[in-house]
């Protein structure tokens, strides 16, 4: 049987490559193409093949696995090493055959060497797809935005600490102004995330559900996520992860040294996003509800810790000092003094979303599974409860008045990984649980394929589906609009002998991704600003861009809304506006939006309004 698939495996590819050839000789594009190439080929393979409908099944899931995983090599080649589609399928094709040769050897693993290796599998599969398609896959807003950090680089800024600057500045001082050099920062967090995941839950409980711990660090979709997206989350869910591991040290097998681990990892945490702090409450309170753990009130070795890690976090202090405590006061009062909101019911459907909602029952498993009957096995489970609990309890209480976002409470579920992964297989003997058991598996299975078809999807599309008009939700699209607000740009620079500015109307996204996105021709980020030019809250571009330092600039106004552009104060700061003219964008033949674009003459941030121009501006 091996041997037969063996055979039919190169027959497949050949097959595979030829029909890839014709196509694309037909005008058909290479994204469709290497579709229609592979299923023709590999639904030959099935038919010819013996076997049970599981073993086919398994076959189909596996070649489903390896084209979603060939299109990101497909595209890397194509549209980064700028190499001919009709070349580029080689190693595409080499790629999906060695996929599914590993795949079908997963049918002959041992028993007892079945979790480890189907974890490695898993695990392996989810890394390598995120590192073909770091690349391919435009930035989302958020990123662009920090990359902007990095090109302003500091010891600290408004809404986030500077972690993710450094990360992403390294990042694009090794691989270029890129998306994968702005992402791979995120890629070797969760390395490290992985890493200390599988320590801890070793350390908790047993090398076998340390393996299921790894399968879930790479699946569950927020770790998944921020192992892809570069974001202060990134840093801060490593960080997270190394906090618990060197604290379960120090807690729990009452290490002496493991608390310096536990102050850099704090401190670094701190660098990353002020939320680590709640790791700091829950080490507080297992202090006091563990008798074993009250002696560490009267050694010096966590008061060290602590000072170490408000040594590292030192800098952003002193950035917050020299800026009127901006930061603080940003994520401090300014998130307090936010509108009255009940957003609980919103809470339970992120951790749904975070987690899928069989991590969510896993939880609630988790929640109210009875301690063990020794007293190690009990502390150990404390352990993991507290450091879930008194986190998520903050989040909870928070969304009985405040507004909570989806991401927020992802890395307080790296305390629960543990008890999580011991419901793949330990929890078998209770009737009451096994359905949740059951659907691990396949909830993994279905994740990683979901995220391979979203990567192909962003990368190349997929056959006979647009997409969204959604910019901000969906990468798709900022590249093209930059090319086209450039040659606007130009004409603006030839016309009045100067280089324009380009303020995105939103928030920061237009801007953001303009900045990055006009980085090949001319420094970018040095000629975007933010709406706060127009009395408008731009977050980091007020300090990047003072409005009085931008007095008789021009200015190309982009928006996705033309209403955007007809604004009170866009006139009132303006000496006089061009109209306002609709532009289209499409990728690949498919149209994704229309946006609008206007340009003022004459900026100045203390100019007042009279009636005339008031009307000009809606002219």
Same mark, same amino acid.
Not at 8 to 26: N, P, Q
Not at 255 to 271: C, E, F, N, T, Y
Not at 488 to 515: C, H, Q, T, W, Y
């Given at each position: 049987? +091996?041997?037969?698939?063996?055979?039919?495996?190169?027959?497949?590819?050949?097959?595979?490559?030829? &029909?890839?050839?014709?196509?694309?000789?037909?005008?058909?594009?290479?994204?469709?193409?290497?579709?229609?190439?592979?299923? @023709?080929?590999?639904?030959?393979?099935?038919? #010819?093949?013996?076997?049970?409908? *599981? /073993?086919?099944?398994? *076959?189909? @899931?596996?070649?489903?696995?390896?084209?979603?995983?060939?299109?990101?090599?497909?595209?890397?080649?194509?549209?980064?090493?700028?190499?001919?589609?009709?070349?580029?399928?080689?190693?595409?094709?080499?790629?999906?055959?060695?996929? *599914?040769?590993?795949?079908?050897?997963?049918?002959?693993?041992?028993?007892?060497?079945?979790?480890?290796?189907?974890?490695?599998?898993?695990?392996?599969?989810?890394?390598?797809?995120?590192?073909?398609?770091?690349?391919?896959?435009? &930035?989302?807003?958020?990123?662009?935005?920090?990359?902007?950090?990095?090109?302003?680089?500091? !010891?600290?800024?408004?809404?986030?600490?500077?972690?993710?600057?450094?990360?992403?500045?390294?990042?694009?001082? #090794?691989?270029?102004?890129?998306? !994968?050099?702005?992402?791979?920062?995120?890629?070797?967090?969760?390395?490290? +995330?992985?890493?200390?995941?599988?320590?801890?839950?070793?350390?908790?409980?047993?090398?076998?559900?340390?393996?299921?711990?790894?399968?879930?660090?790479?699946?569950?979709?927020?770790?998944?996520?921020?192992?892809?997206? @570069?974001?202060?989350?990134?840093?801060?869910?490593?960080?997270?992860?190394?906090?618990?591991?060197?604290?379960?040290?120090?807690?729990?097998?009452?290490?002496?040294?493991?608390?310096?681990?536990?102050?850099?990892?704090?401190?670094?945490?701190?660098?990353?996003?002020?939320?680590?702090?709640?790791?700091?409450?829950?080490?507080?309170?297992?202090?006091?509800?563990?008798?074993?753990?009250?002696?560490? %009130?009267?050694?010096?070795?966590?008061?060290?810790?602590? &000072?170490?890690?408000?040594?590292?976090?030192?800098?952003?202090?002193?950035?917050?000092?020299?800026?009127?405590?901006?930061?603080?006061?940003?994520?401090?009062?300014? $998130?307090?003094?936010?509108?009255?909101?009940?957003?609980?019911?919103?809470?339970?459907?992120?951790?749904?979303?975070?987690?899928?909602?069989?991590?969510?029952?896993?939880?609630?498993? %988790?929640?109210?599974?009875?301690?063990?009957?020794?007293?190690?096995?009990?502390?150990?489970?404390?352990?993991?409860?507290?450091?879930?609990?008194?986190?998520?309890?903050?989040?909870?209480?928070?969304?009985?008045?405040?507004?909570?976002? #989806?991401?927020?409470?992802?890395?307080?579920?790296?305390?629960?990984?543990?008890?999580?992964?011991?419901?793949?297989?330990?929890?078998?003997?209770?009737?009451?649980?096994?359905?949740?058991?059951?659907?691990?598996?396949?909830?993994?299975?279905?994740?990683?394929?979901?995220?391979?078809?979203?990567? =192909?999807?962003?990368?190349?599309?997929?056959?006979?589906?647009?997409?969204?008009?959604?910019?901000?939700?969906?990468?798709?699209?900022?590249?093209?609009?930059?090319?086209?607000?450039?040659?606007?740009?130009?004409?603006?620079?030839?016309?009045?002998?100067?280089?324009?500015?380009?303020?995105?109307?939103?928030?920061?996204?237009?801007?953001?991704?303009?900045?990055?996105?006009?980085?090949?021709?001319?420094?970018? !980020?040095?000629?975007?600003?933010?709406?706060?030019?127009?009395?408008?809250?731009?977050?980091?571009?007020?300090?990047?861009?003072?409005?009085?330092?931008?007095?008789?600039?021009?200015?190309? #106004?982009?928006?996705?809304?033309?209403?955007?552009?007809?604004?009170?104060?866009?006139?009132?700061?303006?000496? $006089?506006?061009?109209?306002?003219?609709?532009? /289209?964008?499409?990728?690949?033949?498919?149209?994704?939006? =229309?946006?609008?674009?206007?340009?003022?003459?004459?900026?100045?941030? /203390?100019?007042?309004?009279?009636?005339?121009?008031?009307?000009?501006?809606? /002219?």
């Amino acid at each position: 049987m +091996t041997r037969l698939r063996s055979s039919l495996g190169w027959i497949c590819a050949a097959v595979d490559l030829a &029909l890839f050839e014709v196509l694309l000789a037909r005008g058909v594009f290479f994204g469709v193409a290497h579709v229609a190439s592979f299923a @023709i080929a590999t639904l030959t393979g099935l038919a #010819l093949i013996r076997g049970s409908l *599981i /073993d086919r099944a398994f *076959i189909g @899931i596996t070649a489903a696995a390896a084209l979603l995983l060939r299109g990101g090599v497909l595209a890397m080649f194509v549209k980064t090493f700028h190499v001919p589609a009709a070349w580029a399928i080689l190693p595409a094709i080499a790629v999906s055959v060695a996929a *599914i040769k590993c795949g079908a050897s997963l049918e002959n693993v041992s028993a007892e060497n079945r979790w480890r290796t189907l974890a490695l599998a898993g695990a392996a599969y989810l890394a390598l797809l995120r590192l073909v398609y770091l690349g391919q896959a435009e &930035l989302l807003p958020e990123e662009a935005y920090y990359w902007n950090y990095a090109k302003h680089m500091d !010891f600290g800024y408004l809404d986030h600490p500077p972690m993710v600057a450094w990360l992403i500045g390294a990042g694009t001082l #090794l691989f270029g102004n890129n998306e !994968f050099g702005v992402r791979i920062g995120a890629w070797l967090c969760w390395l490290v +995330t992985a890493f200390f995941t599988f320590r801890i839950t070793r350390n908790l409980l047993d090398e076998t559900t340390a393996w299921c711990a790894l399968s879930l660090v790479s699946a569950l979709p927020f770790f998944f996520g921020v192992a892809f997206i @570069i974001a202060p989350d990134s840093p801060l869910t490593a960080c997270w992860a190394a906090a618990l591991f060197f604290l379960e040290r120090a807690l729990v097998a009452q290490q002496r040294g493991a608390w310096l681990g536990v102050g850099i990892a704090m401190g670094l945490g701190m660098l990353s996003k002020y939320s680590i702090g709640l790791v700091g409450l829950a080490a507080g309170l297992f202090l006091l509800v563990d008798a074993s753990s009250r002696r560490w %009130f009267l050694r010096w070795e966590p008061y060290a810790a602590t &000072l170490l890690a408000f040594a590292l976090f030192s800098p952003v202090i002193l950035w917050n000092a020299q800026h009127d405590w901006a930061s603080f006061s940003y994520q401090g009062a300014g $998130r307090a003094g936010a509108d009255p909101r009940f957003s609980t019911d919103e809470l339970i459907l992120y951790i749904a979303a975070l987690l899928t909602p069989t991590g969510l029952a896993g939880l609630l498993i %988790f929640a109210f599974l009875k301690n063990a009957d020794t007293a190690v096995r009990a502390r150990q489970m404390l352990f993991m409860k507290v450091f879930t609990a008194a986190p998520f309890a903050v989040f909870a209480f928070s969304s009985l008045r405040h507004a909570i976002k #989806l991401w927020w409470t992802g890395p307080i579920w790296l305390a629960a990984l543990p008890a999580l992964a011991l419901g793949l297989w330990q929890f078998r003997q209770r009737t009451s649980d096994r359905w949740v058991r059951a659907s691990w598996l396949p909830t993994v299975m279905i994740c990683a394929l979901a995220y391979g078809v979203f990567f =192909h999807y962003l990368a190349l599309g997929l056959p006979g589906i647009g997409y969204s008009t959604q910019m901000n939700l969906l990468p798709v699209g900022w590249r093209e609009l930059a090319r086209q607000v450039e040659l606007v740009e130009k004409g603006v620079e030839d016309e009045m002998k100067m280089k324009p500015l380009v303020v995105g109307m939103d928030r920061n996204f237009i801007s953001s991704e303009m900045a990055f996105y006009d980085k090949d021709e001319s420094p970018g !980020f040095l000629d975007t600003a933010g709406i706060n030019l127009f009395g408008k809250n731009a977050v980091m571009y007020q300090f990047w861009f003072p409005a009085r330092e931008q007095t008789g600039r021009a200015i190309v #106004l982009v928006a996705f809304n033309e209403n955007d552009l007809t604004r009170k104060a866009v006139a009132k700061h303006s000496e $006089r506006l061009g109209p306002v003219v609709r532009g /289209d964008l499409a990728r690949d033949g498919k149209f994704i939006r =229309h946006y609008f674009y206007r340009v003022a003459y004459g900026y100045d941030s /203390d100019r007042k309004s009279d009636d005339r121009e008031k009307s000009e501006s809606l /002219d």
